[in-house]
């Protein structure tokens, strides 16, 4: 992203309270970490908090913000992303799917057929 210091930040609240606007804005250093627009309707998982709850969806009228690579993004190809984020949570609540994708450097990334067999079954 070209100049995030334009931009102000959001960040993913833990056990699962969403999406929050704050007004800072990206400590830009020439050694950084890289800085992504997040869009609306984009589920964020906090990969460092995602088992404390670290997840939520950004809400349509939260334009024009910008997140660290320390936060996934997962967009919904095919379904319903709420459906995504109700089946996480829950899980996350259970914490049942918190073993499988946890590891202690990081989250490991999801891939679409991983999802469809979850759901679909062959």
């Known amino acids: 992203m070209d100049k995030p210091e334009k931009y102000y930040l959001l960040t993913v609240k833990l ?6 606007a704050t007004d800072k804005k990206p400590n830009v250093t020439s ?15 906090g990969r460092q908090n ?10 349509s009228w939260m334009k ?3 997140a660290s690579n320390a936060i996934s993004s997962v967009t919904a190809i ?3 992303i709420k459906f995504y984020y109700y089946y996480l949570s829950n899980r996350i609540k259970s914490n049942i799917l918190c073993k ?3 590891s202690w450097q990081r989250l ?3 891939q679409i057929k991983d999802i469809r067999t ?4 062959a």
């Open 15 to 20: 056990h699962l309270k969403g999406i929050e």
């Open 31 to 45: 050694k950084g970490r890289p800085y992504y627009l997040r869009e609306p309707g984009e589920l964020l998982i």
């Open 50 to 59: 995602f088992h404390n709850g670290g997840i939520g969806i950004v809400p």
């Open 64 to 66: 024009g913000f910008v």
């Open 78 to 80: 095919k379904g319903n």
């Open 100 to 102: 499988f994708l946890w």
């Open 108 to 110: 490991f990334e999801l």
């Open 118 to 121: 979850w759901f679909w079954p």
